[in-house]
């Protein structure tokens, strides 16, 4: 509850803000989105090569937004910020990573028979 | 862990030693709350529970533990399962019997229990505590401060220079120093918001559990207005000026010595819950006052010397 | 551990403790709940991505029939301008123009109302065809799945609106600071979600995976 910080647009968490930044960001991570629609919307691959885009595209983007626009680097300001994000990701990538994986090896292990029953392959 | 391995799970699934099992992880947990109770009830209510009875309901609560857990690891051994509604083998029986024995024990620990908490409410005058470690053999940094704990917990924040900075204190002879100035204590003001927002929160999920959507509305709207209604409200809390902390140190040094500090559970409590919150937008010039007030009731009688 | 301290000489107060940033450690305190957060989206995504299978549409439809990939580019455009016009107030912040925060803050708001204005009309067009959550377990996760990022806008707009009143009636003191760049957090990190579904359900959807 301290006010005494004095002015607080000279923090240097407000510092941060970079507007040429922000606008590379919003360009590049539009530009990866709209290369990953295009490619999927024409087909323009095999499933597994466009999942693969996909994920790459993804994942681009979602280090230029961490990086441009939330600034998750080591600098003094975001240091704990920074390392709190990169100890939450395997965390995140673990947690929906292998729950698919479980899944889908729990669905080719034993569905298989109900996959045979015609009514569950017409849709 | 003993559950974790799969070849044991397995043979022990359903069993009444499975019961047993976790049922004696709480038991395990609810020694350590009953522990916990005894010790820190005088660092919060500045009187200590009554410690004949407390044996007592520890003795009776570990034997009840021993006669009831012991008997059904046993018979989880046998086979019995758990949920029956009969007894298909007579030799179960003698250890059910044994079983209900210990839950008897139970209920006289219990007995003692309730025992304890209303004979040292009784008697609170005897058990009252005159110094800021009842134990004298405390080793945490809690038991530094004044017990009962004053609402701004240390007038001057302790320097640690051990990891039991107490119990290095009382070592080495420390354990009388005060500090020879006291600064001004910031602290932020009382709110009734959260209480609000968990009221609001109740009706929430009481209203998702019975379908009554116009409560989960009118409570959601309740919970919103309150954090903005907060977030608007522009308050920085109050400042006890270093001079009050001093008068309030000294005379709670002097209650201590000369009368018990509590008077009554409720007193106590009353007398430490901190001044109440100052109407907003006066905040920062009646800091202070409010802690004039308590000076007040905190030195009580010796008021004359305090102003 | 033992620590070895001279009782003689050791210091025992510790009055002119330095105060804590307040901004600093509010931001911190924020960013780690927003971590938690994304924790339940993870929790979404893994259910997701296990029900996003023909054993789970209970004869529904299937992710390649609901889903419009060229309409939810559109709302991602829609929705990453939103951050850029709220990124564009941190920078008037940082120059302490006032009157440009609200602007871009305004901006901001009408750019996120327009994501769910069209992702709403979406989900309307899918109730209307009988596709609801508790059609199938695929339609549940689907649905759940989105609409928390929706309501998490709609809480973004709400706070938006919120810190537009207190910029203008209090000014850029400490606490309307700290709040703004608690939701700068909050709003882009919404955008950083939404670039997973985007890509894990809106375009991926039509891959026939499964």
Same mark, same amino acid.
């Given at each position: 509850?301290?006010?005494?910080?004095?002015?607080?647009?000279?923090?240097?968490?407000?510092?941060?803000?970079?507007?040429?930044?922000?606008?590379?960001?919003?360009?590049?991570?539009?530009?990866?989105?709209?290369?990953a629609?295009?490619?999927?919307?024409?087909?323009?691959?095999?499933?597994?090569?466009?999942l693969?885009?996909?994920?790459?595209?993804?994942?681009?983007?979602?280090?230029?937004?961490?990086?441009?626009?939330?600034?998750?680097?080591?600098?003094?300001?975001?240091?704990?910020?920074?390392?709190?994000?990169?100890?939450?990701?395997?965390?995140?990538i673990?947690?929906?990573?292998?729950?698919?994986?479980?899944?889908?090896?729990?669905?080719?292990?034993?569905?298989?028979?109900?996959?045979?029953?015609?009514?569950?392959?017409?849709? | 862990?003993?559950?974790?391995?799969p070849?044991?799970?397995?043979?022990?699934?359903?069993?009444?030693?499975?019961?047993?099992?976790?049922?004696?992880?709480l038991?395990?947990?609810?020694?350590?709350?009953?522990?916990?109770?005894?010790?820190?009830?005088?660092?919060?209510? *500045?009187?200590?529970?009554?410690?004949?009875?407390?044996?007592r309901?520890?003795?009776?609560?570990?034997?009840?533990?021993?006669?009831?857990?012991?008997?059904?690891?046993?018979?989880?051994?046998?086979?019995?399962?758990?949920?029956?509604?009969?007894?298909?083998?007579?030799?179960?029986?003698?250890?059910?019997?044994?079983?209900?024995?210990?839950?008897?024990?139970?209920?006289?620990?219990?007995?003692?229990?309730?025992?304890?908490?209303?004979?040292?409410?009784?008697?609170?005058?005897?058990?009252?505590?005159?110094?800021?470690?009842?134990?004298?053999?405390?080793?945490?940094?809690?038991?530094?401060?004044?017990?009962?704990?004053?609402?701004?917990?240390?007038?001057?924040?302790?320097?640690?220079?051990?990891?039991?900075?107490?119990?290095?204190?009382?070592?080495?002879?420390?354990?009388?120093?005060?500090?020879?100035?006291?600064?001004?204590?910031?602290?932020?003001?009382?709110?009734?918001?959260?209480?609000?927002? *968990?009221?609001?929160?109740?009706?929430?999920?009481? *209203?998702f559990?019975?379908?009554?959507?116009?409560?989960?509305?009118?409570?959601?709207?309740?919970?919103?207005?309150?954090?903005?209604?907060?977030?608007?409200?522009?308050?920085?809390?109050?400042?006890?000026?270093?001079?009050?902390?001093?008068?309030?140190?000294?005379?709670?040094?002097?209650v201590?010595?000369?009368?018990?500090?509590?008077?009554?559970?409720?007193?106590?409590?009353?007398?430490?819950?901190?001044?109440?919150?100052?109407?907003?937008?006066?905040?920062?010039?009646?800091?202070?006052?409010?802690?004039?007030?308590?000076?007040?009731?905190?030195?009580?009688?010796?008021?004359?010397?305090?102003? | 551990?033992?620590?070895?301290?001279?009782?003689?000489?050791?210091?025992?107060?510790?009055?002119?403790?330095?105060?804590?940033?307040?901004?600093?450690?509010?931001?911190?305190?924020?960013?780690?709940?927003?971590?938690?957060?994304a924790?339940?989206?993870?929790?979404?995504?893994?259910?997701?991505?296990?029900?996003?299978?023909?054993?789970?549409?209970?004869?529904?439809?299937?992710?390649?029939?609901?889903?419009?990939?060229?309409?939810?580019?559109?709302?991602?455009?829609?929705?990453?301008?939103?951050?850029?016009?709220?990124?564009?107030?941190?920078?008037?912040?940082?120059?302490?123009?006032?009157?440009?925060?609200?602007?871009?803050?305004?901006?901001?708001?009408?750019?996120?109302?327009?994501?769910?204005?069209?992702?709403?009309?979406?989900?309307?067009?899918?109730?209307?065809?009988?596709?609801?959550?508790?059609?199938?377990?695929?339609?549940?996760a689907?649905?759940?799945?989105?609409?928390?990022?929706?309501?998490?806008?709609?809480?973004?707009?709400?706070?938006?609106?919120?810190?537009?009143?207190?910029?203008?009636?209090?000014?850029?003191?400490?606490?309307?600071?700290?709040?703004?760049?608690?939701?700068?957090?909050f709003w882009?990190?919404?955008?950083?979600?939404?670039i997973?579904?985007?890509?894990?359900?809106?375009?991926?959807?039509?891959?026939?995976?499964?």
């Amino acid at each position: 509850m301290s006010t005494s910080n004095g002015n607080p647009i000279a923090h240097p968490q407000v510092q941060l803000a970079n507007a040429r930044q922000y606008v590379g960001a919003y360009v590049v991570s539009l530009v990866l989105m709209g290369t990953a629609l295009w490619l999927v919307d024409r087909h323009l691959g095999s499933q597994e090569q466009l999942l693969m885009i996909v994920t790459a595209c993804a994942a681009g983007a979602a280090l230029v937004q961490a990086y441009f626009w939330l600034r998750l680097d080591f600098s003094r300001t975001q240091r704990w910020i920074t390392i709190s994000f990169w100890l939450f990701v395997p965390l995140f990538i673990m947690t929906v990573g292998l729950t698919a994986w479980m899944f889908s090896t729990l669905y080719t292990r034993t569905m298989i028979p109900a996959l045979m029953h015609p009514a569950a392959l017409m849709h | 862990m003993m559950l974790a391995m799969p070849s044991i799970d397995y043979t022990v699934h359903n069993s009444v030693f499975l019961v047993a099992h976790f049922h004696t992880m709480l038991n395990v947990v609810g020694f350590a709350c009953l522990g916990g109770i005894n010790f820190w009830f005088p660092k919060v209510f *500045g009187f200590k529970l009554d410690e004949g009875l407390g044996k007592r309901a520890f003795w009776f609560f570990s034997a009840g533990t021993a006669l009831v857990f012991g008997c059904m690891y046993v018979l989880g051994f046998m086979g019995m399962t758990r949920r029956l509604d009969y007894i298909p083998y007579v030799s179960w029986r003698p250890l059910l019997v044994g079983e209900e024995v210990g839950i008897f024990l139970f209920c006289v620990a219990s007995y003692y229990l309730f025992k304890q908490l209303y004979v040292s409410v009784r008697d609170r005058a005897q058990n009252r505590v005159m110094s800021n470690d009842p134990w004298g053999t405390a080793r945490s940094l809690e038991w530094l401060t004044h017990t009962p704990v004053p609402f701004y917990n240390f007038a001057v924040r302790p320097q640690i220079n051990s990891r039991d900075e107490w119990a290095w204190r009382r070592q080495h002879g420390l354990d009388g120093a005060r500090p020879d100035h006291y600064e001004d204590i910031h602290l932020p003001s009382n709110s009734v918001v959260p209480a609000l927002l *968990g009221a609001f929160a109740f009706a929430f999920g009481f *209203g998702f559990v019975w379908r009554m959507y116009w409560l989960v509305a009118v409570s959601l709207a309740g919970m919103i207005a309150a954090i903005i209604a907060k977030s608007f409200h522009e308050d920085s809390g109050h400042t006890i000026p270093g001079a009050m902390v001093e008068r309030l140190e000294r005379g709670f040094r002097d209650v201590v010595s000369e009368v018990a500090p509590i008077g009554d559970l409720v007193g106590g409590w009353a007398r430490f819950a901190g001044p109440r919150e100052a109407p907003s937008g006066r905040v920062r010039r009646e800091s202070g006052s409010g802690a004039r007030v308590l000076a007040m009731r905190l030195v009580g009688r010796k008021r004359e010397d305090t102003r | 551990m033992s620590q070895i301290a001279d009782p003689d000489r050791a210091i025992l107060w510790d009055p002119n403790h330095t105060e804590h940033d307040m901004i600093e450690t509010r931001v911190l305190g924020f960013w780690l709940y927003l971590l938690s957060d994304a924790m339940i989206v993870a929790a979404l995504f893994a259910t997701y991505l296990v029900l996003d299978h023909r054993m789970n549409t209970a004869g529904g439809p299937t992710a390649s029939m609901i889903v419009h990939p060229v309409a939810a580019f559109g709302v991602t455009v829609l929705l990453f301008s939103g951050m850029l016009a709220y990124g564009l107030a941190m920078a008037a912040l940082k120059a302490g123009d006032r009157r440009r925060v609200l602007v871009w803050i305004a901006v901001a708001f009408i750019l996120g109302l327009g994501f769910l204005v069209v992702e709403g009309h979406e989900f309307a067009d899918l109730v209307q065809a009988g596709i609801t959550p508790e059609r199938s377990g695929f339609l549940s996760a689907f649905f759940t799945l989105v609409l928390y990022h929706g309501v998490h806008l709609m809480f973004g707009l709400l706070w938006l609106a919120v810190m537009a009143v207190q910029v203008w009636r209090q000014g850029l003191t400490a606490q309307v600071v700290y709040r703004l760049l608690n939701l700068k957090m909050f709003w882009f990190f919404q955008g950083f979600i939404w670039i997973f579904v985007f890509s894990f359900v809106y375009l991926t959807g039509t891959l026939h995976v499964h």
